[in-house]
T-cell receptor, first 116, second 114 residues
Framework: GAGVSQSPSNKVTEKGKDVELRCDPI?????LYWYRQSLGQGLEFLIY????????KSGLPSDRFSAERTGGSVSTLTIQRTQQEDSAVYLC??????????????FGAGTRLSVL | SQKIEQNSEALNIQEGKTATLTCNYT??????LQWYRQDPGRGPVFLLL?????KEKRKERLKVTFDTTLKQSLFHITASQPADSATYLC?????????????FGQGTTLQVKP
């Protein structure tokens, strides 16, 4: 695709429900990142996938958060038993493994999650 | 503790002037530093990358400096235009062994007035 695509763009859920957020990276990009951005704050790293390597999950805030990346392409971030403090914009980025795009992360527009 | 800080207050300047944004960090040894632009409701867009062994990088009206002794990067926009109004984020990468994950500052909002 032309860019990183995220869906849904907005998600409103009730406290305690599970949510799934989807990310379609740029075709051919081997690295994929998830970040969280709370209102007025910078981006907070959540998780990183690189090819077939084990993901770096060091940024996940609790065991309610998990992510997978199927076939080295699409990724899903799942939040179980959502809490109000989970409300934020969840951003996905992808990165090429080499060439002029290496070390540059291309972001999607994000999913705005609101937990009521 | 490790921190990365940007001007917390919005920066308001007149069109045509040079905007200078600051990024300071403590207790990191970044391999490189990046600047991104973020517009409301959009994801960040990459602008410039500068490595630890580089002092200055330029791209069109943009200039970035990186002082690893002062632990500071300055981001300049010359001949600023109202279209430059946005939030600018600096981000550090610790390099190999730390994946490519970026550590972001909270951003500085720039408003360029015609």
């Amino acid at each position: 695709g032309a860019g990183v695509s995220q869906s849904p763009s907005n998600k409103v859920t009730e406290k305690g429900k599970d949510v799934e957020l989807r990310c379609d990276p740029i075709s051919g990009h081997t690295a994929l990142y998830w970040y969280r951005q709370s209102l007025g704050q910078g981006l907070e790293f959540l998780i990183y996938f690189q090819g077939n390597s084990a993901p770096d999950k060091s940024g996940l805030p609790s065991d309610r958060f998990s992510a997978e990346r199927t076939g080295g392409s699409v990724s899903t971030l799942t939040i179980q038993r959502t809490q109000q403090e989970d409300s934020a914009v969840y951003l996905c980025a992808s990165e090429a493994s080499g060439g002029p795009g290496k070390n540059i992360q291309y972001f999607g527009a994000g999913t705005r999650l609101s937990v009521l | 503790s490790q921190k990365i800080e940007q001007n917390s207050e919005a920066l308001n300047i007149q069109e045509g002037k040079t905007a200078t944004l600051t990024c300071n960090y403590t207790n990191y040894s970044p391999a490189y530093l990046q600047w991104y632009r973020q517009d409301p409701g959009r994801g960040p867009v990459f602008l410039l990358l500068i490595r630890e062994n580089e002092k200055e990088k330029r791209k069109e009206r943009l200039k970035v400096t990186f002082d690893t002794t002062l632990k500071q990067s300055l981001f300049h926009i010359t001949a600023s235009q109202p279209a430059d109004s946005a939030t600018y984020l600096c981000a550090l990468s610790l390099g190999s062994g730390n994946t490519g994950k970026l550590i972001f500052g909270q951003g500085t909002t720039l408003q360029v007035k015609p």
